[in-house]
């Protein structure tokens, strides 16, 4: 391999010495060459150091890893040799970057490291530093044969985006992006997904929408119907968040059809991550605009045959509540988190208990005393004692939230008959029930009565 210095005098003696040694075929007279890294480049000085040991080695060490990493040993010891921390940016753009990063090693676990270096690396160099030394690794690396390498760039690609800045990112990590969200490989979909709202709100403000409608939305519109249930899911997490970057008239012509299409979808998991995140559009369009595409979604979760997915819209239910108003909530959803207080899993049941706490908080203790007490308290008189058991749970968690006059007027009654009951577990319960509530009641009404 030709050496970029040139022996033409004595004073280059250390480094034509070097050069023998270094093209040796004995790996261990190389790694003692390279032991004397630090001895010639005290010989030069700081200036030749940095002119001319650097980028021979730049040119000349494509080696073995065992040679390679006795190098690396060496330079970390190399800032005060080559002029300390104001021209240590030489050593990554003379040394490190150009001979690893241009020709990637065959090993996927040190290219995973190279894409992840690449990080730190982007944040420490110029604009036209970064665009000659570190883009040509990511896009070998866009495109490496690994579906783990390219996982890793989809993984890190908003903080690499980061690093590079937003010129660099028009015009090279927009198609890199692009082609991630359309990866072979169902993985890096996946990943590449999870990523759409953060790269999205970290592109330039100038054309920022056009970006989006132009390069992204497309590919968007392909990955609503992926046949991989974990690259759906992993969409319908964050394509909410794009609402308020397109606008409502965006919003309403695009995005709207796919948030009603993923509504529909097969995967319980879809359909609640855009229940999850209907906060985003609500800001932009209003609820009303998929109101009545969402309750049958929402029937279908709150009726699915796994629990936890039932648990999951449960703990929805009073975001959903809050925007799609009380009217709408007492007509369309209220049989509904009835309903979750009967469930054959207790999971769902305290969850159902506290979905109404959670909504009484938020539609008042008049609406709660009109809409949701009877039916609570009727299923004290219930043949099933579980039922009975729900009732004292739900005057547990809602007593505060109702206050003292509900709580003594309305539920204490059929609490107190309860303590009569034929099973002994409800009757600890009642007294337990009592204990817990005693400090909210008004004991002058309890007289009288």
């Known amino acids: 391999m030709a050496a970029s210095a040139t022996v033409t005098d004595d004073s280059l003696y250390p480094i034509a010495v070097l050069i023998d040694e270094l093209r040796n075929e004995d790996v261990q007279l190389r790694l003692n060459s390279i032991k004397k890294l630090s001895t010639i480049a005290l010989a030069l000085g700081m200036e030749r150091t940095r002119s001319e040991l650097l980028p021979f080695l730049t040119d000349t060490i494509y080696d073995e890893d065992e040679v390679l990493l006795a190098l690396a040993e060496q330079l970390g010891s190399f ?211 998929l109101s009545q595409s969402l309750l049958p979604a929402i029937v279908e979760l709150a009726e699915d045959a796994k629990w936890r997915v039932r648990l999951a819209i449960i703990e929805y239910m009073p975001l959903l509540a809050g925007q799609l108003g009380v009217d709408f909530f007492n007509e369309k959803l209220n049989s509904l988190c009835m309903a979750w207080l009967v469930d054959h899993v207790y999971a769902i049941r305290e969850a159902a208990t506290n979905n109404l706490r959670k909504l009484t908080q938020k539609f008042g203790k008049v609406w709660a005393q009109n809409t949701i007490l009877p039916k609570v308290l009727a299923m004290s008189s219930n043949p099933n004692y579980l039922h009975r058991m729900t009732t004292l749970f739900c005057v547990n968690a809602l007593y505060e939230v109702c206050g003292k006059d509900i709580t003594t007027k309305i539920m204490l009654p059929t609490v107190l008959r309860m303590g009569s009951d034929a099973v002994a577990n409800v009757r600890f319960n009642v007294a337990k029930t009592l204990q817990k509530i005693g400090s909210t009641l008004d004991y002058r009404q309890v007289e009288l009565s």
Not at 97 to 122: G, H, K, M, N
Not at 151 to 169: H, S, W
Not at 278 to 286: K, P, Q, S, T, Y
């Open 79 to 289: 800032t005060p040799l080559v002029g300390g921390p104001t021209h240590v940016n030489c050593l990554l753009t003379s040394l490190l970057l150009t001979p690893l990063r241009l020709a990637l090693p065959p090993q996927d676990s040190v290219r995973l490291l190279a894409v992840e270096a690449c990080v730190s690396i982007a944040q420490l160099l110029k604009r036209e530093e970064v665009e000659k030394l570190v883009m040509p690794t990511l896009r070998q690396a866009v495109e490496d044969k690994s579906w783990r390498v390219r996982y890793m760039v989809a993984d890190k690609f908003t903080e690499l985006q980061k690093a590079i800045g937003p010129e660099i990112t028009k015009k090279d990590l927009v198609p890199a992006f692009q082609n991630l969200l359309k990866d072979c490989e169902a993985e890096v979909r996946a990943s590449a997904a999870n990523k759409i709202k953060d790269f999205c709100e970290n592109l330039p403000t100038e054309g920022q929408q056009q970006i989006i409608m132009t390069h992204i939305l497309p590919t968007i519109k392909d990955m609503v119907s992926d046949a991989n249930e974990h690259v759906k899911s992993a969409l319908a997490a964050v394509i909410m968040g794009l609402s308020p970057m397109l606008g409502k008239e965006n919003t309403i012509e695009h995005l709207l059809p796919l948030f009603l299409a993923q509504l529909k979808d097969d995967c319980p998991e879809v359909r609640l991550n855009i229940i999850s995140n209907l906060d985003c559009v609500n800001e932009v369009i209003g609820i009303r605009q």
